[in-house]
């Protein structure tokens, strides 16, 4: 079992729908939780960060963790064409400091208009 | 502020060669991290140098090795290619060692013939 689960889509949507894109973990010391966009060709981009469970709003975008069932999301809401990209969700326990992120596989967004 | 940067952008090298790859980190950061991402997956952690010592390692023979400098670039070496070293690779630099806000460069598309 990947202690990272995403599915890796692809996640076709409407311009103006909300999407929600999740991931599912096994490991419980995993405290730090990041949300990267990544364009074809091109590096990570930071989207979000959390720590610890709860709610994280930064403008269309809504990152959620829940350490209970080990599951975290990312919802965009009102769409657009320019967010079509892979999503990468990304974590780190505290212990061993920011080396060895795990990331998943990444989820592929097409939003159409 | 200026980013982090990678070179070269595209490599071919045969197997059996020996290939280095370099990163140059983003303003103020003294941490470089290296991941390797196969094609639809998510990337994986290489390993991390933190004030030019490496600071943790995935898992990753020990063909694959590291450098940081003085002004925090960072080079990765990978000896006795294989074909399964095609991949892109991503170098990450952040502010210190426990950030888990990492900033990614473009990356290098390395294939192994």
């Known amino acids: 079992q990947k202690e990272v689960e995403q599915d890796p889509g692809p996640l076709s949507v409407p311009e103006g729908a909300i999407v929600s894109l999740n991931c599912t973990y096994s490991n419980s010391a995993f405290q730090y939780f990041m949300w990267y966009r990544q364009y074809s060709r091109k590096g990570p981009e930071l989207l979000m960060y959390?720590?610890?469970?709860g709610n994280k709003e930064d403008g269309r975008f809504t990152a959620q963790v829940d350490k209970s069932s080990k599951y975290i999301s990312l919802f965009i809401r009102d769409s657009q064409p320019s967010d079509s990209a892979t999503y990468l969700c990304?974590?780190?326990?505290?212990?061993?400091?920011?080396?060895?992120?795990?990331f998943g596989a990444g989820t592929r967004l097409f939003v159409k208009a | 502020e200026t980013g982090v940067t990678q070179s070269p952008t595209h490599l071919i090298k045969t197997r059996g060669q020996q290939v280095t790859l370099r990163c140059s980190s983003q303003?103020?950061?003294?941490?470089v991290s290296w991941y390797q991402q196969a094609l639809g997956q998510g990337p994986q952690f290489i390993f991390q140098y933190y004030r030019e010592e490496e600071n943790g390692r995935g898992n990753f023979p020990p063909r694959f090795s590291g450098l940081q400098f003085p002004n925090y670039s960072s080079e990765l070496n990978v000896n006795a290619l294989e074909l399964d070293d095609s991949a892109l690779y991503l170098c990450?630099?952040?502010?210190?060692?426990?950030?888990?806000?990492?900033?990614f460069g473009p990356g290098t598309r390395l294939t192994v013939t």
């Open positions: 959390t720590y610890s469970s």
């Open positions: 990450a630099s952040s502010r210190d060692r426990s950030s888990y806000e990492q900033y």
């Open positions: 990304a974590m780190s326990d505290v212990n061993t400091g920011g080396f060895k992120t795990i």
């Open positions: 303003s103020g950061h003294n941490t």
